[in-house]
């Protein structure tokens, strides 16, 4: 007779703590210095749902995919709200759905999840993620294996939440920049040739292109670098929250819609194959 499923895990390397909600979408609890938030992190027991949680899975596509329905090799399929009253589907399924602790040891955690497809994604699809730690770094990586029978079209990402503090600060090199309309779609790609401002003088909420090396966040507490084998990055810098966001993602958001979408980053994968991405955070202590 086995026991009930363990629903968090911990790892810990000198003084670095991540926790994670295996069943809370695949998603970090938090990652901390000793006690000190390196993202916006809630203690494992105290997290309710993924969305207020340190970072997220994007998976099978970032942002928003528009009006809930594509189109994709002569067929339409359609998805179903799961952002508030937001009129797009938006981030994925993983965040919404319980992974598992496939194995676990003092070095790595590695869960997974398994999507047998339905009115969320129409496809079924398998993911994994790799959580390693060292004294200073979090490296995580995703392995997508197309378990359909047809091909299908997939992004990856990631979801993490900065803390916001006095003399946070970003620096990062990008090629444009994608404008949206009123209804929060990319419509418009314009030249930024990156980044470098206190993240207090910014007001983004934009996917940009030719992300080049590692995104710098720095501020009173922390040194971080974030890199990634994914070459767009998602952008949010409200002014009136304690967070800021800073997204690797393999695509445009809605390029599924776009009229030439691996063009924008979306990939097809065939039935059988993988398609891996990582993210690696680095943590000097100032």
Request: glycine share 6%; with cysteine; charged share 20%.
């Amino acid at each position: 007779m086995t026991g009930p499923a363990k629903t968090s895990f911990e790892l810990h390397a000198g003084a670095l703590r991540l926790a994670l909600r295996p069943d809370l979408g695949g998603c970090i609890a938090g990652l901390w210095h000793r006690d000190l938030a390196v993202l916006r992190s809630t203690e494992p027991a105290a997290l309710t749902a993924a969305r207020p949680s340190a970072c997220y899975p994007l998976v099978p596509y970032s942002n928003r995919l528009a009006y809930r329905k594509f189109r994709w090799k002569g067929r339409d399929h359609t998805t179903q709200p799961n952002f508030d009253d937001n009129p797009h589907s938006v981030h994925g399924i993983g965040w919404q759905r319980p992974w598992e602790i496939v194995s676990s040891s003092v070095l790595e955690v590695v869960i997974k999840l398994v999507h047998p497809g339905d009115a969320d994604w129409p496809f079924r699809f398998e993911a994994t993620q790799y959580f390693a730690l060292t004294p200073d770094s979090m490296t995580v990586k995703m392995v997508f294996t197309n378990t359909a029978e047809i091909a299908q079209p997939v992004g990856l990402g990631w979801h993490p939440y900065f803390t916001k503090r006095a003399r946070s600060r970003l620096h990062i090199e990008l090629a444009s920049r994608w404008d949206a309309d009123a209804a929060q779609l990319p419509v418009r790609k314009v030249a930024q040739p990156g980044i470098d401002s206190d993240v207090s003088h910014l007001n983004f909420d934009n996917c940009f292109d030719g992300w080049n090396g590692p995104a710098r966040i720095r501020d009173e507490k922390f040194s971080l670098q974030l890199s990634s084998s994914l070459d767009h990055l998602v952008v949010f810098t409200p002014h009136d929250r304690d967070y800021f966001c800073v997204e690797p993602v393999s695509h445009v958001s809605n390029a599924i819609h776009m009229a030439d979408p691996a063009a924008h980053g979306l990939r097809t994968v065939a039935p059988g194959e993988t398609f891996e991405a990582t993210m690696k955070l680095d943590v000097t202590v100032l």
